[in-house]
C-alpha cells in the first residue's frame, strides 16, 4: 500500500473504526506481516492522543508450529505474565484495533481438539477482555491488511504481485475507501442505522428464513432483542464501528427456540481451518445433527466446545447485493464474506443486542434468551433466493428479505 | 531470502549459534520485518527439540513514536508483566536468538536522556536475564537479517532492490554461510580458539595502542583475564557461538588504569543514533574529555547513564584485513562494524573474561578489575596502520599488531 493510501486507511481506523480519545491506552493486535498498516496506525493513534500504545504482533506459521511440535499439557499451560498483561490492559481506559491479514487455512490439519482446548484454557486469562468487547465497554474494530497467501487462495488465477494487488484493492473498495472515506462512513452509518430503526419498530417475534438450497429454519428472537447496524455506543456515549467493512444489522436470537435446517453458502474459516458446505439442524435452539462434506472434525469441534456451541447467539442480515456481495469475491474472512451475505454466529450473544443487557447479570441476559459460550463463531447463510418473513406477537407476517435482498 | 538459504541459516543459528538443546524454551527477540527469518528459526528450534518458544517482536517505528509522543513518566512506567515476562524466561533453561534488523539512525532525534531514563526503568527488570547472557549461563547469539532502510544506508549508490540484495550477500558472506555453513564455523571456531590460547600464554599486563589518526591509549587488563574468541561455554558445558559474524579475540580491560587518548574509526549506532568522528581521554581509567563531530549528545547520554559508562570492559582484537573489513562495507551496525575493526566496549564487563568470572560476586570482580554498568557499548578504534604492543608482567614487550594487523 502506498503511504498516502496507508495514512488515510489508518485515519479511518482510528477516528471512525475506534474513534480513539484523549488519553487513553491503544492496543493493536496484528499480524507481523502488516507492519506498514500498524505503525500508520501507531502513529494516527498518537495523532488522536493515545496516552501509549501496546502492540500484540501474532505470526500464524509460529502458532502452526507450536501445534505442530507442542504437546497439550505445554500449549495449555498459559505463562501467569500473558493474563497480568490482559489485566494491565483492562484496568485502564483502552481501545483496541484488530489487524485481519491471515491465510485463512494457515492451520490446516491441526488437530482442531488441541485447538479448543488452548481457546478453553485461555478462557479465564481473557474473560475481562472479552466481556468487554461483548459489551461495547471499550471501542474496538476490525479490519485488514492484505497478504500475499491470502491473496493467492482469493485470485488463485492471478500471479502473485496482480492477486497482492486485487486483494488490496478489494480491501479498499468494501471498506468504502474511495474519496473522502470519513464522509462515506457517516452516510452509511445512517444508513445502517435507519434500517436497524425499521426493524427494531416491527417488534417482530421471529424469522422464517428459506432458500432453493433447502434451508428452511425459523429462528425466535430474544425478548427486548435490538437490531443494530454500523456504530455501536460505548457506557461513555463513544460511538465506534466495530467492523470495517460492515453491511450487517444484527439481532440476538432466543437461545432456546431455533428450529429447523440451515445450509451454508460460503467456506467458514475457523480457527485457520476451512469449514465448507455444512449444515445443521437445530430442534428447541440446539443443534441436533450436522454435517460438512470438507473438514467435518473442525465443525465437530466447534459444536463440542461448549453446550453454548451448539446454539446461535446472533442472526444479522445482510443483502446479497451489498457492494462486497457484488464484487463476486470469496475473501476466505469472515469479516469480509459475512458482510456479503445473511449470517448466524454459533456461542455468545452480544448483550448489547437487548435493552440494558450490558448492565445484566449472566442470569438476567439468559432470562431473555441470551446464549452464553467461549464461542462466537459466524457461518454465512444468505443465498441469492433467500426468503426471510417476519412474524409479529399479534401473528402478522411482514417480508424482510425477497430474492436475497431487503423487500 | 530464498527458502533453501533461510532454512540453512537457520540452521546455522540453531545448531551453532544457539546450540539448541532438547527441552529448553527458544526465545526469539525479531524485528517484525524479519518474520521469514524467524519462522525458519522457529522451525529449526522445534527439530531440534524446543519444548516452547517465545518469540518477542519488536518494530522501530513504533518505538520511535512512543519516544516522540509518551512524555518520560510514562515511557518509564514498565507494566509490571514485563518484569513476570522475564521471570517466566529465566525460571527456566532457555536459549536467546536475536534477531538484528534496524535501520541504524531509526532514532535519530530522539531526546537520549528520554533513552537512558528508559534503559535505567528497565534495568531491575532484565537485570537477571542480562546478567545471564553476560555470565553465559545460557546460550545465546545475534544474526542479522536485511531490511530496506539499513540497505539503503549501507548502499546509497544502489536502488532499493540491489541495495537489499547486497546487503543480503554480504550478511551472508560475513556469516560464512557458503558451502557448508557448519564446517566453516568449526574451522573459523578452532582458528579463533587457537588466538585466544597464544594470547593467554602470554600472561600480559598491559597494552599500547597507537596510530596515525592520533591514538595513544594504555591499556591495562584485568587479574587473571583470559582471551575469548569464537564459542563461548555455558556452566553445563554447551559451547556455543554469541555472534554470527564474529571475528574478535576479546577480554576484560581492568577499569581503574586505563590512560590516553583514543579516536573512533567508525561511525556508532548507540540506541537507534549515530555518533560518528569521536575522541575520548581517559586518566585512571575513567573518561575525562570527550567529543564528536555529529551527535555529541548522544555520546554525552551514553557517557552520563553512570559512573561505568565512563570506563570500559571489554578490549577486542580484530584484524583489518578481517573478512568484514576486507568487503569494504561500512555497515553502521555494531554486529558487523565491531568484527571489521579493533573495538573497546564503554560499560559493564562480561565476568567471563576472568577466572570463575561466572562465579563471583560483583565485589569479587571488582577487585579483579572489572567496570559495572548498565552498558555495554562497542565501539571501533582499529585503523589501517593500528600497532598494538603487549607488556607483559616481566617488562617485556610483544608485538600483538602491526598495521593493523596481528603481528
Known amino acids: 500500500m502506498k503511504e498516502t493510501v496507508l495514512k488515510k486507511y489508518a485515519k479511518l481506523i482510528i477516528k471512525m473504526g475506534v474513534n480513539l480519545k484523549k488519553g ?25 492522543g493515545a496516552k501509549t500504545v501496546l502492540v500484540l504482533w501474532s505470526d500464524i506459521r509460529v502458532t502452526r508450529q507450536s501445534y505442530l511440535n507442542e504437546s497439550e499439557e505445554i500449549l495449555t499451560s498459559i505463562p501467569e505474565y500473558v493474563k497480568q498483561r490482559y489485566d494491565y490492559i483492562t484496568e485502564q481506559s483502552y481501545a483496541v484495533v484488530n489487524i485481519s491479514s491471515s491465510n485463512p487455512s494457515a492451520l490446516n490439519g491441526i488437530d482442531p481438539n488441541k485447538q479448543t482446548a488452548v481457546m478453553k484454557a485461555l478462557q479465564p486469562i481473557i474473560a475481562k477482555y472479552r466481556d468487554n468487547a461483548m ?13 500475499q497467501e491470502w491473496a493467492n487462495k482469493v485470485f488463485p488465477n492471478l500471479n502473485n504481485k496482480q492477486a497482492y494487488k486485487a486483494l ?11 474519496g473522502n472515506p470519513l464522509a462515506n462512513w457517516k452516510e452509511h452509518n445512517n444508513n445502517l442505522l435507519k434500517r436497524s430503526q425499521w426493524l427494531n419498530d416491527l417488534g417482530l417475534q421471529y424469522l422464517h428464513i428459506t432458500s432453493s438450497n433447502g434451508t428452511d429454519l425459523k429462528v425466535y428472537l430474544a425478548d427486548t432483542h435490538i437490531w443494530i447496524g454500523g456504530q455501536e455506543k460505548t457506557p461513555k456515549g463513544v460511538l465506534f464501528n466495530p467492523n470495517i467493512p460492515t453491511e450487517e444489522c444484527f439481532t440476538m436470537p432466543h437461545s432456546l427456540k431455533t428450529s429447523g435446517i440451515v445450509y451454508s453458502t460460503k467456506p467458514l474459516s475457523y480457527q485457520g481451518q476451512l469449514i465448507e458446505d455444512f449444515s445443521l439442524t437445530f430442534k428447541e435452539g440446539v443443534v441436533v445433527k450436522y454435517q460438512a462434506r470438507v473438514n467435518e472434525a473442525s465443525l465437530k469441534a466447534l459444536l463440542d466446545s461448549d453446550e453454548g456451541s451448539k446454539r446461535i447467539g446472533e442472526i444479522a442480515l445482510v443483502p446479497y447485493h451489498s457492494p462486497i456481495s457484488e464484487s463476486k469475491i470469496l475473501f476466505y474472512q469472515t469479516l469480509f464474506d459475512e458482510n456479503a451475505s445473511c449470517h448466524l454466529a454459533l456461542g455468545r450473544a452480544y448483550p448489547t443486542n437487548v435493552v440494558n443487557g450490558e448492565k445484566l447479570s449472566q442470569d438476567g441476559l439468559s432470562k431473555l434468551g441470551a ?17 426471510i418473513v417476519g412474524y409479529k406477537k399479534d ?10 435482498d431487503w423487500a
Chains 1, 2 share one sequence.
Open 24 to 48: 487513553q491506552l491503544l492496543v493493536v493486535n496484528a499480524p507481523v506481516e502488516s507492519y506498514p498498516l500498524v505503525d500508520a496506525v501507531v502513529e494516527q493513534g498518537y495523532l488522536a
Open 135 to 147: 459489551k461495547s465497554v471499550n471501542q474496538w474494530t476490525i479490519a485488514a491488511y492484505p497478504n
Open 168 to 178: 488490496q484493492d478489494a480491501i479498499l473498495m468494501t471498506s468504502r475507501m474511495s
Open 371 to 387: 446464549n452464553a459460550s467461549i464461542n462466537h463463531v459466524d457461518f454465512m447463510i444468505g443465498a441469492s433466493d433467500t426468503k
Open 395 to 404: 401473528g402478522s407476517q411482514v417480508n424482510i428479505f425477497i430474492n436475497g
